[in-house]
Protein backbone atom coordinates (compact mmCIF):
# COMPACT_ATOMS: atom_id res chain seq x y z
CA UNK A 1 0.00 0.00 0.00
CA UNK A 2 1.46 3.61 -0.89
CA UNK A 3 1.74 5.95 2.02
CA UNK A 4 -0.13 8.33 -0.33
CA UNK A 5 -2.75 7.21 -3.44
CA UNK A 6 -4.64 9.70 -5.59
CA UNK A 7 -6.82 8.50 -8.74
CA UNK A 8 -4.49 9.67 -11.64
CA UNK A 9 -7.56 10.69 -13.60
CA UNK A 10 -8.43 12.83 -15.91
CA UNK A 11 -11.30 14.31 -13.56
CA UNK A 12 -13.57 16.40 -16.24
CA UNK A 13 -15.87 18.98 -14.92
CA UNK A 14 -17.50 21.42 -16.53
CA UNK A 15 -16.79 25.00 -16.05
CA UNK A 16 -18.33 26.65 -13.10
CA UNK A 17 -19.22 23.12 -11.34
CA UNK A 18 -17.38 21.70 -8.11
CA UNK A 19 -14.18 19.81 -8.80
CA UNK A 20 -13.91 16.87 -6.21
CA UNK A 21 -10.11 15.94 -5.33
CA UNK A 22 -9.38 12.78 -3.34
CA UNK A 23 -6.10 11.21 -1.24
CA UNK A 24 -5.88 9.25 1.25
CA UNK A 25 -2.87 7.70 3.61
CA UNK A 26 -2.00 5.12 5.13
CA UNK A 27 0.24 6.31 8.47
CA UNK A 28 -2.32 6.88 10.81
CA UNK A 29 -0.08 9.21 13.02
CA UNK A 30 0.24 11.73 9.75
CA UNK A 31 -0.27 15.14 11.09
CA UNK A 32 0.20 17.65 7.98
CA UNK A 33 -1.70 17.77 5.08
CA UNK A 34 -1.15 19.84 1.57
CA UNK A 35 -2.71 20.23 -1.75
CA UNK A 36 -0.15 21.29 -4.34
CA UNK A 37 -1.10 22.62 -7.84
CA UNK A 38 1.06 21.57 -10.45
CA UNK A 39 0.48 23.06 -14.01
CA UNK A 40 2.45 20.60 -17.31
CA UNK A 41 5.62 22.13 -17.08
CA UNK A 42 5.97 24.42 -14.01
CA UNK A 43 7.00 23.59 -10.57
CA UNK A 44 4.16 22.48 -7.73
CA UNK A 45 2.81 25.52 -5.73
CA UNK A 46 0.98 25.67 -2.17
CA UNK A 47 -2.00 25.90 -2.44
CA UNK A 48 -3.60 24.41 1.04
CA UNK A 49 -2.42 23.20 4.35
CA UNK A 50 -4.55 21.35 7.02
CA UNK A 51 -3.64 20.12 9.97
CA UNK A 52 -6.85 19.27 11.63
CA UNK A 53 -10.25 17.67 11.20
CA UNK A 54 -12.94 19.56 9.47
CA UNK A 55 -12.81 22.13 7.03
CA UNK A 56 -11.07 24.90 5.90
CA UNK A 57 -11.70 27.20 3.43
CA UNK A 58 -9.65 30.03 1.29
CA UNK A 59 -11.40 31.56 -1.59
CA UNK A 60 -12.71 28.46 -4.08
CA UNK A 61 -10.75 25.93 -2.30
CA UNK A 62 -11.46 23.76 0.73
CA UNK A 63 -9.79 21.06 2.18
CA UNK A 64 -11.14 18.64 4.66
CA UNK A 65 -9.42 16.33 6.46
CA UNK A 66 -10.84 13.26 8.12
CA UNK A 67 -7.85 11.49 10.36
CA UNK A 68 -10.18 8.61 11.26
CA UNK A 69 -11.15 7.73 7.97
CA UNK A 70 -7.59 8.55 6.45
CA UNK A 71 -8.76 10.95 4.16
CA UNK A 72 -8.26 14.32 3.06
CA UNK A 73 -10.02 16.19 -0.23
CA UNK A 74 -9.78 19.48 -1.62
CA UNK A 75 -12.68 20.83 -3.23
CA UNK A 76 -12.72 23.64 -6.18
CA UNK A 77 -15.73 25.68 -6.23
CA UNK A 78 -17.31 27.60 -9.70
CA UNK A 79 -14.36 25.34 -11.20
CA UNK A 80 -12.43 27.75 -14.24
CA UNK A 81 -10.55 26.83 -17.20
CA UNK A 82 -7.47 28.17 -15.63
CA UNK A 83 -7.82 25.28 -12.65
CA UNK A 84 -6.94 22.66 -14.98
CA UNK A 85 -3.75 20.72 -13.48
CA UNK A 86 -2.46 18.36 -11.67
CA UNK A 87 -2.98 18.61 -8.06
CA UNK A 88 -0.75 16.45 -5.65
CA UNK A 89 -1.26 15.76 -1.85
CA UNK A 90 0.89 15.60 0.52
CA UNK A 91 1.42 14.07 4.04
CA UNK A 92 3.99 14.90 6.64
CA UNK A 93 4.07 11.46 8.80
CA UNK A 94 4.14 12.09 11.88
CA UNK A 95 7.85 11.84 13.96
CA UNK A 96 9.08 12.68 10.90
CA UNK A 97 10.01 15.90 8.78
CA UNK A 98 10.02 14.46 5.32
CA UNK A 99 6.78 15.16 3.19
CA UNK A 100 5.37 12.34 0.95
CA UNK A 101 3.94 13.53 -2.45
CA UNK A 102 1.00 11.52 -4.08
CA UNK A 103 1.20 10.90 -7.65
CA UNK A 104 -1.61 13.79 -8.46
CA UNK A 105 -4.92 14.04 -10.07
CA UNK A 106 -5.15 15.87 -13.14
CA UNK A 107 -8.28 17.86 -13.64
CA UNK A 108 -9.60 19.36 -16.49
CA UNK A 109 -12.17 21.75 -16.61
CA UNK A 110 -14.14 21.93 -19.75
CA UNK A 111 -15.63 25.81 -20.64
CA UNK B 1 11.04 39.40 -1.81
CA UNK B 2 11.85 35.94 -0.17
CA UNK B 3 11.76 33.52 -3.05
CA UNK B 4 13.71 30.35 -3.93
CA UNK B 5 15.63 30.90 -7.13
CA UNK B 6 17.25 27.74 -9.22
CA UNK B 7 19.84 28.12 -12.22
CA UNK B 8 20.29 27.40 -15.13
CA UNK B 9 16.50 26.72 -15.98
CA UNK B 10 17.35 24.59 -18.83
CA UNK B 11 20.48 22.70 -19.33
CA UNK B 12 21.22 20.61 -22.48
CA UNK B 13 24.76 19.15 -22.07
CA UNK B 14 26.95 15.65 -23.49
CA UNK B 15 27.64 12.42 -22.00
CA UNK B 16 30.34 12.47 -19.43
CA UNK B 17 30.37 15.99 -18.10
CA UNK B 18 30.41 17.26 -14.51
CA UNK B 19 27.94 19.51 -13.80
CA UNK B 20 26.38 21.55 -11.30
CA UNK B 21 22.36 22.64 -10.37
CA UNK B 22 22.36 25.61 -8.24
CA UNK B 23 19.72 26.36 -5.61
CA UNK B 24 19.13 29.45 -3.46
CA UNK B 25 16.83 30.82 -1.22
CA UNK B 26 15.55 33.73 0.67
CA UNK B 27 13.41 32.57 2.74
CA UNK B 28 15.10 31.89 5.86
CA UNK B 29 14.74 28.66 5.85
CA UNK B 30 16.50 25.58 7.88
CA UNK B 31 15.51 22.67 5.39
CA UNK B 32 15.82 22.25 1.62
CA UNK B 33 15.09 19.39 -0.95
CA UNK B 34 15.55 17.73 -3.97
CA UNK B 35 13.30 16.67 -6.25
CA UNK B 36 13.51 14.85 -9.81
CA UNK B 37 10.11 14.48 -11.86
CA UNK B 38 9.70 13.01 -15.33
CA UNK B 39 7.15 14.73 -17.56
CA UNK B 40 3.91 13.50 -16.47
CA UNK B 41 5.21 11.57 -13.35
CA UNK B 42 5.55 11.58 -9.41
CA UNK B 43 8.13 13.85 -7.49
CA UNK B 44 10.53 11.45 -6.12
CA UNK B 45 12.67 12.99 -3.01
CA UNK B 46 16.76 12.52 -3.83
CA UNK B 47 18.45 14.61 -0.80
CA UNK B 48 17.24 16.87 1.78
CA UNK B 49 19.12 18.87 4.21
CA UNK B 50 17.90 19.77 7.63
CA UNK B 51 20.42 22.69 8.25
CA UNK B 52 24.27 23.42 7.47
CA UNK B 53 26.32 20.36 7.13
CA UNK B 54 23.17 18.20 7.03
CA UNK B 55 22.59 16.01 4.02
CA UNK B 56 20.86 12.91 3.73
CA UNK B 57 19.47 10.86 0.67
CA UNK B 58 16.37 10.84 -0.38
CA UNK B 59 13.58 8.07 -0.98
CA UNK B 60 15.29 7.81 -4.83
CA UNK B 61 18.24 6.57 -5.49
CA UNK B 62 20.39 9.45 -6.70
CA UNK B 63 24.19 9.32 -8.68
CA UNK B 64 24.08 12.77 -7.53
CA UNK B 65 25.53 14.67 -4.65
CA UNK B 66 24.97 17.66 -2.55
CA UNK B 67 26.17 20.02 0.13
CA UNK B 68 25.07 22.81 2.18
CA UNK B 69 27.61 24.95 3.86
CA UNK B 70 25.16 27.75 3.52
CA UNK B 71 22.16 28.19 5.10
CA UNK B 72 20.58 29.43 1.69
CA UNK B 73 22.26 27.50 -0.65
CA UNK B 74 21.63 23.71 -1.43
CA UNK B 75 23.67 23.16 -5.27
CA UNK B 76 23.45 19.58 -6.45
CA UNK B 77 26.24 18.22 -8.70
CA UNK B 78 26.58 15.13 -11.00
CA UNK B 79 30.10 14.29 -11.54
CA UNK B 80 29.95 12.58 -14.71
CA UNK B 81 26.03 13.30 -16.40
CA UNK B 82 24.54 10.27 -18.21
CA UNK B 83 21.43 10.35 -20.78
CA UNK B 84 19.61 8.59 -17.69
CA UNK B 85 20.27 11.79 -15.96
CA UNK B 86 17.74 13.76 -18.25
CA UNK B 87 14.95 15.08 -15.93
CA UNK B 88 13.30 17.72 -14.24
CA UNK B 89 15.50 18.61 -11.17
CA UNK B 90 13.25 20.67 -8.50
CA UNK B 91 14.43 22.40 -5.16
CA UNK B 92 11.94 22.93 -2.00
CA UNK B 93 12.62 24.46 0.84
CA UNK B 94 10.49 24.90 4.58
CA UNK B 95 10.76 26.06 7.89
CA UNK B 96 10.16 24.17 11.14
CA UNK B 97 7.71 25.99 13.65
CA UNK B 98 8.37 24.82 17.10
CA UNK B 99 6.67 21.53 17.55
CA UNK B 100 7.04 20.67 14.18
CA UNK B 101 3.87 20.84 13.43
CA UNK B 102 4.03 22.40 10.06
CA UNK B 103 6.66 21.85 6.70
CA UNK B 104 4.76 23.61 4.20
CA UNK B 105 7.24 23.31 0.98
CA UNK B 106 7.88 25.55 -1.23
CA UNK B 107 9.29 25.06 -4.83
CA UNK B 108 11.74 26.76 -7.08
CA UNK B 109 11.11 27.00 -10.59
CA UNK B 110 12.73 23.73 -11.64
CA UNK B 111 15.87 22.46 -13.91
CA UNK B 112 15.23 21.26 -16.94
CA UNK B 113 18.10 19.13 -17.85
CA UNK B 114 18.69 17.12 -21.18
CA UNK B 115 22.18 14.76 -21.61
CA UNK B 116 22.47 13.48 -24.78
Known amino acids: QKEVEQNSGPLSVPEGAIASLNCTYS??????FFWYRQYSGKSPELIMS????GDKEDGRFTAQLNKASQYVSLLIRDSQPSDSATYLCAVRRGGYQKVTFGTGTKLQVIP | EADIYQTPRYLVIGTGKKITLECSQTMGHDKMYWYQQDPGMELHLIHYSYGVNSTEKGDLSSESTVSRIRTEHFPLTLESARPSHTSQYLC???????????????FGPGTRLTVL
Open chain 1, 27 to 32: DRGSQS
Open chain 2, 92 to 106: ASSDSIAGGSYNEQF
Open chain 1, 50 to 53: IYSN
